[in-house]
């Protein structure tokens, strides 16, 4: 990795005595912002920490003769220096008179960019999040590098505030043979954007943070007339640019949608759910947290609608490894607020084919990891014939799908959800639903797909439903033994858990119903964890009976 930072040309335009702490400082490759305001010491803050530059205060001359060594300061208070990647931004009083100056270091970093090169390749549009400072502009100043010289492609550059090029009229040599527009009015820079397509017809343009509606408007009306983007925006993850109404628009935008009984049973969900309202903008997204580790979704669509519908998200993680030039670490994980979840960890080679990452995730991947990822792994027969092997293929109808989700969890089972009844094992519904529905049972006969029914959404009856179903290999119903009389009776003879028979007691019976239950008998140590499980929902419990017949009993308040 090779840094370009042309720190002496800054340090020249600012006062001796903050010039000579930094010419000499140990971590100078580290340092990020000079902060220089009026009747405060002179601070620098690097990627690790701050300190203090000097003990004399900041006056209106040291203001004064740097500004008098810079270019003049465009409508969104941002400078530069001619031939440099530096960003020197001012703070105003009300009278517009200059009272601070915060001077960003802007570096050419060379190498970064390999870590996507396989995503460059697949002439996506791009989009890049993160907040303030993480390292955005620098990132998409060496894609623009690597697609013009390295790539061979038409780049345009819309600079809005010289950031990504350098002041100045002829731009920084580490943007390669990109183009870059300029732009006078930070407002008009959507009206740059379509500019740039109609009259130069680029195969890439690059946009550094689009922020307001008409940019997004801009950016989307670019990719569908089939030129490709790269863009930054603000932002610490997906989740964030969901909930931004102003360039939500670049993921597909969000909208409430009211569903109809049918489907809302079906879905075992509320009438009134978030969905995305059109294709994205852009089609990969790249979370930048860290400048050495960056978080990837190969699809915009499927992370977006997974969110909305809360539901385990798969993502990459990705970083260069110092030891092996050229080799990428990457981690899957399945919610990046989460770091422990990490399913599989593995080293490829930048560019790797996509085919075999995939083939040696599945390889390696364990029961619960499976269950995660079936929706990735439509394509694979073989994972699908080993899945169809170790779980229980279900489809549910009117029940509600988190309690579900929650018991399979909870209780461990081997079963997975299914929304495509043609993959299930057997279809799982409420009894009073099943008969007025013809088509759903149509479809179970000419499918041969057993129909198993609850009276209600009890937890209690959906656990036991759930571990009769779980049990393929001992219980195999028939197309006779599906009425509701015959399912209670094989539900009937399972058990729970004792801490899952004290659990779903208190839930289902105890607080809703405001009565005293007795549980099954337990020997003494099982009592001890029911009494714990029991003192964590603030109930009473009292061991009666004798010998073997002894058990606990839970009051209500």
Same mark, same amino acid.
């Given at each position: ?15 001796? +005595?903050?010039?000579?702490? %930094? ?30 530059? &000097? ?14 060594? %810079? ?23 009300? !009278? ?32 890049? #999040? ?21 790539? !061979? ?91 931004? $109404?102003?360039? &939500? ?22 009438? &009134? ?33 997974? %969110? ?5 998200? $798969?993502?990459?993680?990705?970083? #260069? ?15 990046? !607020? ?37 929706? #990735? ?88 439903? #759930? ?21 209670? !009776? ?28 007795? %549980? ?20 009473? &419990? +009292? ?15």
């Amino acid at each position: 990795m090779l840094l370009a930072d042309d720190l002496e040309q800054l340090l020249n335009v600012l006062p001796a +005595f903050i010039n000579a702490p %930094l010419e000499k400082h140990p971590r100078r490759e580290y340092l990020i912002e000079v902060v220089l305001d009026i009747g405060r010491r002179p601070e620098a803050r690097f990627s690790d920490g701050t300190e203090y530059l &000097s003990y004399r205060t900041i006056v209106w001359q040291d203001i004064d003769s740097i500004l008098k060594k %810079l270019g003049k300061f465009s409508g969104d208070n941002r400078a530069g220096i001619e031939r440099t990647l530096h960003r020197i931004s001012s703070l105003k009083n009300r !009278k517009g008179s200059v009272i601070g100056l915060t001077c960003r270091i802007g570096r050419a970093v060379f190498g970064t960019v390999s870590i996507v090169r396989d995503l460059l390749e697949q002439k996506k549009s791009i989009l890049l #999040l993160g907040r303030p400072g993480v390292g955005k502009t620098t990132a998409i100043r060496e894609i623009a590098r690597v697609l013009s010289d390295g790539m !061979k492609k038409r780049v345009i550059i819309i600079d809005t505030s010289n950031e990504i090029a350098g002041d100045g009229d002829l731009p920084h040599p580490s943007i390669g043979k990109a183009r870059r527009m300029q732009v006078s009015n930070q407002q008009n820079q959507h009206e740059v954007m379509i500019e740039a397509v109609e009259n130069h017809m680029p195969e890439i343009i690059i946009i550094d943070e689009i922020g307001t509606e008409l940019e997004a408007a801009a950016a989307r009306t670019i990719a569908e007339r089939g030129v490709q983007l790269v863009g930054t925006v603000h932002g610490n993850s997906l989740e964030n640019l969901i909930k931004n $109404p102003t360039i &939500s628009d670049l993921i597909g935008g969000i909208q409430y949608v009211t569903l109809g009984d049918e489907e809302a049973k079906r879905r075992g969900s509320s009438k &009134s759910i978030l969905e995305r309202k059109a294709p994205p903008t852009f089609e990969i997204a790249i979370e930048i947290h860290d400048p050495k580790m960056w978080v990837i979704h190969e699809s915009i669509e499927h992370s977006v609608d997974l %969110l909305l519908q809360g539901q385990s998200l $798969p993502i990459q993680k990705r970083s #260069l490894l110092k030891t092996i030039p050229n080799f990428v670490d990457c981690k899957i994980v399945y919610n990046q !607020k989460d770091n422990g979840s990490v399913t599989e960890n593995f080293v490829k080679r930048a560019g790797i084919d996509k085919k075999q990452k995939n083939n040696y995730l599945l390889d390696r991947f364990t029961s619960n990891e499976k269950t995660k990822t079936k929706k #990735l792994l439509k394509t694979n027969s073989a994972i699908k014939t080993q899945l169809k092997q170790e779980f229980t293929f279900v489809y549910i109808y009117g029940i509600n799908n988190q309690d579900l989700k929650t018991l399979i969890k909870t209780l461990r089972l081997p079963i997975i959800i299914t929304k495509e009844i043609q993959y299930a094992d057997a279809i799982l519904a409420l009894a009073n639903l099943v008969k007025s529905n013809r088509k759903l049972k149509q479809i179970s006969h000419s499918k041969k797909i057993t129909i198993h029914t609850i009276q209600n959404n009890s937890l209690v009856k959906i656990a036991k439903a #759930l571990r009769l179903l779980a049990k393929k290999k001992s219980i195999i119903p028939t197309a006779q033994d599906t009425d509701t009389a015959r399912l209670s !009776k094989l539900i009937s003879r399972e058990f729970l858990t004792p801490l899952e028979e004290a659990r779903l007691a208190i839930e289902e019976v105890v607080i809703p119903n405001n009565i005293t239950i007795d %549980l099954l008998p337990r020997n003494s140590e099982l009592r001890k964890q029911q009494h714990e499980l029991i003192s964590h929902y603030r109930l009473k &419990s +009292f061991s009666v009976g004798k010998g073997k017949k002894r058990r606990i009993r839970i009051f209500s308040n």
